[in-house]
């Protein structure tokens, strides 16, 4: 099947790259080649634009797509946090935020789902959800400048203010999809 047909599309190679990269971040990361990690992370992150923006400009839109590109982001920025979590650059307590937050949709969506829940394109990143995942990959690229760079103490400042601000809206969007995710099971919606 050739690309840009049915899932196998441009947009959805893009993802899986992202999907495929994170073991490999892990394994840079681990090995203390954290311009490499970083580096990586950032491919990463222009994938994720470049996936939905060509998703759009080549009206390759699927439904593969809609559930891969959430769950690339979530794969790569849970482990992300562990990693910069055990290495010290953000507080463990926000590492352990943001892969609570993402259990907890994910455990959601498979809750609804198995209860009857036609789960197809019922699930659409909030303006909220949007700017938690812009927040969190700007706090990797800042805490990866903070912890490796010579000039990581002029960007302290900035990292501490984007600890709280990314701890609050991760909470938000995670509080935010469980009523949506209550409201759905509790309206009736959710067949028996």
């Known amino acids: 099947m050739p690309l840009g047909s049915g899932n196998w599309t441009i947009p959805n190679a893009l993802t899986v790259a992202r999907i495929l990269f994170t073991p490999v971040f892990v394994i840079l990361?681990?090995?203390g080649n954290h311009l490499g990690a970083l580096s990586l992370f950032f491919l990463a992150g222009l994938t994720d634009a470049l996936d939905?923006?060509?998703a759009r400009v080549l009206d390759q839109r699927s439904p593969l797509g809609a559930i891969l590109d959430p769950l690339a982001d979530k794969i790569l920025?849970?482990?992300s946090y562990i990693c910069l979590a055990l290495e010290g650059w953000v507080p463990t307590w926000l590492g352990v935020a943001v892969v609570s937050r993402d259990l907890v949709i994910l455990a959601?969506?498979?809750l609804l789902a198995f209860w009857g829940q036609?789960?197809?394109g019922r699930i659409r990143?909030?303006?909220v959800s949007k700017m938690t995942t812009a927040s969190q990959m700007a706090l990797v690229l800042l805490a990866f400048l903070h912890g490796t760079a010579s000039w990581g103490?002029?960007?302290e400042w900035l990292v501490a203010a984007m600890v709280w601000v990314t701890g609050a809206l991760t909470v938000a969007s995670g509080?935010?999809?469980v009523i949506k995710g209550l409201g759905m099971f509790t309206s009736g919606q959710v067949q028996d």
């Open 118 to 120: 036609d789960m197809r």
């Open 29 to 31: 990361f681990l090995d």
């Open 153 to 155: 103490g002029r960007v």
């Open 125 to 127: 990143p909030s303006v």
């Open 108 to 110: 959601g969506v498979a």
């Open 52 to 54: 939905g923006l060509l």
């Open 175 to 177: 509080c935010h999809y």
């Open 77 to 79: 920025l849970d482990t």
